[in-house]
T-cell receptor, first 113, second 110 residues
Framework: NAGVTQTPKFRVLKTGQSMTLLCAQDMNHEYMYWYRQDPGMGLRLIHYSVGEGTTAKGEVPDGYNVSRLKKQNFLLGLESAAPSQTSVYFC????????????FGSGTRLTVV | GQSLEQPSEVTAVEGAIVQINCTYQTSGFYGLSWYQQHDGGAPTFLSYNALDGLEETGRFSSFLSRSDSYGYLLLQELQMKDSASYFCAVVSGGYNKLIFGAGTRLAVHP
């Protein structure tokens, strides 16, 4: 049981380049989330999905797009990377009830130069 | 909007007890969660309080007072491996969307 898998683990981008971060979960969770974590700021919600084919904006959605074509996968795209998007990105998934909490992936450390 | 406040750092010695407080402001409160994160690692779920009172899970306990918009995480019999950051989080609206505090860095010393 792998839980939540994120790829890649590390990436360096040049300003203006694009990339896609992949998140895959094998727990049959309906809800999936993308967060970014910056020093001293905790985790901030970028986008989320409540089921296959659905996506919605979180606290800090600008500069990001997402897709959930299959229930187990949630993709985060950066169309034109900016240095302000240098961060650690975490994907998470959950059941509909919160008593079991989120399961997080191991994270993607992205640097935009 | 929503906001959470928790201390930025706490220091304790092995074997001691430490309490990490969290106060929150939110509309439509559903519950308070706690997560642990070791350096370089992913956050892991510790507890969830939807109702007032104390929830105990081994050495960790979590408390909630909805009337005071306040909760805390209590760690007993501290071990070196408990050195980590601890985040409180509240649900923001529906669909289990969590808003996280900035985190409390706990350092456990021998």
């Amino acid at each position: 049981n792998a839980g939540v898998t994120q790829t890649p683990k590390f990436r360096v981008l040049k300003t203006g380049q694009s990339m896609t971060l992949l998140c895959a979960q094998d727990m049959n969770h309906e809800y999936m989330y993308w967060y970014r974590q910056d020093p001293g700021m905790g985790l901030r919600l970028i986008h989320y999905s409540v089921g296959e084919g659905t996506t919605a904006k979180g606290e800090v959605p600008d500069g990001y797009n997402v897709s959930r074509l299959k229930k187990q996968n949630f993709l985060l795209g950066l169309e034109s990377a900016a240095p302000s998007q240098t961060s650690v990105y975490f994907c998470a998934s959950s059941y509909q009830g919160l008593q079991y909490g989120y399961t997080f992936g191991s994270g993607t450390r992205l640097t935009v130069v | 909007g929503q906001s959470l406040e928790q201390p930025s750092e706490v220091t304790a010695v092995e074997g001691a007890i430490v309490q990490i407080n969290c106060t929150y402001q939110t509309s439509g409160f559903y519950g308070l969660s706690w997560y642990q994160q070791h350096d370089g690692g992913a956050p892991t779920f510790l507890s969830y309080n939807a109702l007032d009172g104390l929830e105990e899970t081994g050495r960790f306990s979590s408390f909630l007072s909805r009337s005071d918009s306040y909760g805390y995480l209590l760690l007993q019999e501290l071990q070196m491996k408990d050195s980590a950051s601890y985040f409180c989080a509240v649900v923001s609206g529906g669909y289990n969307k969590l808003i996280f505090g900035a985190g409390t860095r706990l350092a456990v010393h021998p």
